[in-house]
């Protein structure tokens, strides 16, 4: 029990990104229905094969159920009240950052992303979204000269349509489940990246998402293809205005690693999250899923979720080539009415294939935060292991945690480790660090980022430090 | 005994003090002062407050003081948070030590120090420096550099856990300790090393209370006072010599004074 009323007088910290940006939108009218398909597809100048693919997509999703299987509970989702497609105001084309609209440019400013050729960052490479387009991609020249594509997934269709065409939707297919069918029939912009055999992708590569409007969803769609023997480590953030109404994120991430080649995606979701009396936030519904593809490839995921009132993300691996990897390194947090299933599916095809999974859930105030996961050793692979540690810390009495592990082995020589442990910050603990003269605050998050050392020690170092300082933000006021 | 005229002011004044947990009473009018430069212990049976005055004192969320007053240097601390008064220079040695998964030893002990270093105005150490000072803090305690890689106190043995606190006392520099059983689960070879390191880190500057039900370590630090408490209340005070009594005729021995109270 830790004392309520030290607890409440601590001032709750507002969201930092929770400002709107003003400025002139194209949308299209509300609704979902084929003619809208068809005018994104119109709008995104897109060739026939992706239309045809968007269609076939939304005929799958009409016949489909939302899944209600999730320990999560919300309101019903009215999909003909949502703008499918909202984009800021601007030249038909950019041909330099000079010509995107400042205020734009000042928005990723704010959110710490410099975007102009003066103060962007050094050493990551920036994709910038706002609501349904790409506005602008840093380093691409430099990039280009490794071979490497980094680019907006629209630009690709023009630019790529080979590798869209092949690559596109072969790891989540439209008919994976609701969400993944929905996103592909609208999906509008995203990231691509395209690196080439042999290639270590000579910086970081990053998306940011930022949603704009409160009426309209963000469906991005974001492919990574890392061909033999090359390797790439990409940042995703997000971050959204304070708005009273629920906003729905249905992304779909495919990564594909050929043989030896090495695919590492970190994410630091902060959408808004609501507020504490659970009004507003962001719906987030996420299928993200890496093939291992080639012998001894690798694909990690590592996460720090803390935002959205609503988080259905289970970032997976399908483990086909021998000796191939899979990982999954996960925080996420929980505070007010916040509501969050998320896991992994680990999927051993391959013989010798290697999964970890590390999954620390924090809940605090009344909120709900579900790790549910999938570990499945096929006929074919043996000699595959498997190790799942899955924890959780509750803060409060409020709060709770659940933990759903699915284990379905095909093949007996293979090996599935599961540990999973629950602990509360006990009263105790934090008079024992006070009593060193260590703040309350201070004392909750040293514990906190305690617990989720061995997840942070797997993301980029300038990650690691933000999510730090993230989980001691989101925490403050939160203990009781 | 208390109303010899000491020279200087005192560092702590308990008065009067009274307590509870969930309405129950656990203090009934404790009176203590201590003086710089000495050393108080505090006896009596399981149960008899000796614990929960010193949680108290540190300021710990779960008691009430429903009557009297603490002083720290001359001011009422009665309403101060625990790291407050940890900053400020009171020092509580715990019983059973606590275990935090996850955090490193050298990380803890050293922001708790820098927050002691930032009241007393004195500079923050950064990482190397404060490799300087805890290396040569651990000679007192003669425990090894591994411990501080370690996280606090998790898997520590029972005597590893009680070194651990009096190495933070060295970091610390309390002007006022109590150390609450430091001595129990020791074996007699660590209970020398602990009560050399208390010795070593205790000057005339500063104030001791042992509470413990031995004379094993009052026969190493040897207390100007020694106080008998038995249900929430100290009912005889004496020199060191008052100990040696106790563990000659026990508890039940104390049993009468309540009585001519």
């Known amino acids: 029990m830790v004392n309520e009323n030290l607890v409440k007088d601590v001032v709750k910290e507002p969201y930092k990104y929770g400002f709107v940006t003003d400025i002139e939108t194209e949308k299209i009218e509300k609704g979902l229905n084929e003619d809208i398909i068809k005018l994104i597809s119109q709008k995104k100048e897109e060739p026939k094969f992706l239309l045809d693919f968007r269609l076939k997509a939304f005929k799958k999703w009409q016949k489909m159920k939302e899944p209600d299987w999730a320990a999560l509970g919300y309101k019903k989702i009215d999909y003909q009240d949502i703008i499918y497609y909202s984009a800021p105001k601007q030249k038909e084309k950019i041909s330099s950052l000079d010509e995107v609209d400042p205020k734009l440019l000042e928005t990723f400013d704010k959110l710490g992303i410099p975007l102009t050729e003066q103060k962007k960052l050094t050493n990551v490479a920036v994709d910038a979204v706002f609501d349904s387009v790409s506005i602008a991609t840093t380093f691409r020249e430099e990039l280009a000269k490794h071979g490497v594509i980094f680019c907006s997934i629209s630009e690709a269709v023009k630019n790529h349509a080979d590798l869209i065409e092949k690559y596109l939707g072969t790891v989540v297919p439209a008919s994976d489940n609701y969400f993944a069918a929905l996103n592909s029939a609208v999906f509008s912009d995203g990231s691509f990246v395209y690196i080439p055999k042999g290639v270590t992708c000579p910086m970081d590569l990053s998306s940011y998402f930022r949603i704009n409007s409160g009426d309209s969803g963000q469906f991005e769609r974001t492919l990574i293809i890392a061909e033999e023997s090359s390797s790439v480590s990409y940042l995703e953030g997000c971050t959204a205005p304070m708005f009273d109404t629920n906003t729905l994120h249905a992304a779909v991430v495919e990564l594909i690693a050929l043989d030896d080649a090495s695919i590492k995606y970190s994410t630091v979701q902060n959408w808004y999250a609501g507020d504490e009396k659970g009004i507003g936030g962001i719906f987030n519904f996420v299928t993200k899923r890496g093939k291992c593809l080639g012998k001894r490839s690798k694909i990690s995921w590592s996460q720090v979720e803390t935002g959205s009132a609503i988080t259905w993300k289970y970032p997976s691996c399908l483990l086909l080539g021998e000796e191939s990897v899979g990982e999954f390194y996960s925080v996420a947090l929980t505070n007010n009415l916040q509501q969050a299933d998320t896991g992994t599916k680990m999927i051993h095809i391959g013989p010798k294939t290697k999964s970890t999974i590390v999954s620390k859930g924090i809940s605090a105030g009344n909120s709900k935060n579900s790790y549910r996961g999938l570990v499945k050793m096929g006929t074919k692979a043996t000699g595959s292991r498997n190790y799942s540690q899955c924890d959780s810390m509750l803060i409060g009495d409020q709060a709770s945690a659940n933990t759903f592990p699915y284990i379905k082995s095909q093949q007996p020589n293979s090996e599935i480790e599961h540990e999973a442990s629950t602990c509360r910050i006990s009263e105790d603990q934090l008079f024992y660090l006070q009593s060193r003269g260590i703040e309350f605050e201070e004392a909750v998050s040293m514990m906190v980022s305690g617990f989720c050392r061995d997840v942070f020690n797997q993301l980029p170092m300038e990650f690691a430090a933000e999510a730090d300082k993230l989980l001691a933000l989101k925490l403050e006021g939160s203990v009781g | ?261």
């Open chain 2, 1 to 261: 005994m208390q109303s010899k005229m000491r020279e200087s002011d005192p560092i702590l004044e308990v008065q009067n003090l009274s307590a509870s947990t969930d309405n129950l009473p656990i203090l009934k009018g404790v009176s203590l002062t201590v003086y710089p430069g000495e050393i108080h212990a505090i006896m009596g049976r399981n149960g008899c407050g000796k614990s929960t005055l010193s949680k108290i004192i540190a300021g710990h969320p779960s008691y009430n003081i429903t009557n009297g007053d603490i002083k720290f240097l001359g001011e009422n601390i009665n309403s101060l948070e625990p790291e407050e008064r940890a900053q400020s220079g009171i020092f509580l040695g715990f019983q059973y030590p606590i275990e935090i998964p996850g955090v490193s030893n050298l990380e803890f002990l050293r922001v708790s120090t820098n927050a002691r270093r930032k009241f007393l105005n004195k500079e923050e150490l950064d990482t190397f420096d404060f490799e300087e000072l805890v290396k040569e803090k651990l000679e007192i305690v003669k425990m090894n550099h591994a411990f501080l890689s370690r996280s606090v106190n998790q898997g520590f043995s029972g005597g590893e856990k009680k070194r651990n606190e009096i190495l933070q006392m060295a970091l610390l520099e309390p002007k006022v300790a109590i150390l609450d059983e430091t001595d129990s689960g020791l074996d007699i070879d660590a209970l020398r090393i602990v009560a050399s390191g208390i010795k070593k880190i205790s000057n005339a500057q500063t104030g001791i209370i042992l509470i413990t039900h031995y004379q094993r370590l009052l026969d190493e630090i040897k207390p100007n006072y020694v106080h008998v408490m038995s249900d929430g209340q100290i009912i005889k005070t004496g020199e060191s010599d008052l100990a040696l009594e106790l563990e000659e005729k026990g508890y039940e021995w104390t049993d009468n004074f309540i009585k001519e109270t």
